[in-house]
């Protein structure tokens, strides 16, 4: 079967910084996901990483180590803006009984003033 | 482009009516996905096609089915609704540099 876990809950001050840990157990490793999705809105797409190591695109880092099944998501100078929902999703090969993308059930982050 | 668009944006039910939920994507996307959210459940694959023609089923395909008669539009129906649809369902295609999934905005489901 496949499995991410991911907290359900964080919070984090205003300017501060916060890692997002997510992880997995999954069969036929494709590639690792960060999407970001505020309430009422669709997920949008934050990262990928499909070999190990950090990732950074602006204030937003993605780091992946697939010998340990683990990613986090590191995000620096936290605005009110980066409260969201923070979800983790694992591209397998779809084979029988898998599908193409398994989703954590995501990390609230709650950034306070 | 209007990337990926969904219709409607909400919709109330009575159990066992029937309906259809519309995807359509203007990026010339081989690969279509319909998922539920729910709270505390995450996103969960119902099914997925990879290129028009074909479908096929994820993680929770019982109670609905899909067609891909076009490449630039995924359907999704329930053929006699249950309030255990109650779901926001979200649409997606697969795309870009990377591969990633572009979302629709959603459709908010309530049976009752």
């Known amino acids: 079967g496949q ?4 907290p359900t809950e964080m919070t984090a001050t205003e300017g501060a910084i916060v890692q997002i840990n997510c992880t997995y157990q999954t069969s036929g490793f494709n590639g690792l996901f960060w999407y ?5 809105e669709a997920p949008t797409f934050l990262s ?12 937003f880092s993605s780091f992946l180590s697939r010998s340990k099944g683990y990613s986090y998501l590191l995000l620096k100078e936290l605005q009110m803006k980066d409260s969201a ?4 999703a694992v591209r397998v090969w779809p084979t029988e009984g898998n599908t193409p993308l398994v989703f954590g059930k995501g990390t609230r982050l709650s950034v306070i003033a | 482009n209007a990337g990926v668009t969904q ?5 109330v039910l009575k159990t066992g009516q029937s309906m259809t939920l519309l995807c359509a994507q203007d990026m010339n996307h081989e690969y279509m996905y319909w998922y539920r959210q729910d709270p505390g459940m995450g996103l969960r694959l119902i099914h997925y096609s990879v290129g028009e023609g074909t479908t096929a089923k994820g993680e929770v395909p019982d109670g609905y089915n899909v067609s891909r008669l076009k490449k630039q539009n995924f359907l999704l129906g329930l053929e006699s609704a249950a ?3 109650t779901s926001v369902y979200f649409c997606a295609s697969l795309g870009g540099q990377t591969y990633e999934q572009y979302f629709g905005p959603g459709t908010r489901l309530t049976v009752t």
């Open chain 1, 3 to 6: 499995n991410i876990d991911q």
């Open chain 1, 36 to 40: 970001q999705q505020h309430a009422g």
């Open chain 2, 7 to 11: 219709t409607p944006k909400f919709r």
């Open chain 2, 83 to 85: 309030p255990s649809q």
């Open chain 1, 48 to 59: 990928y990483n499909v070999l190990d190591g950090l990732e950074e695109k602006g204030r």
């Open chain 1, 85 to 88: 929902s923070y979800l983790c």
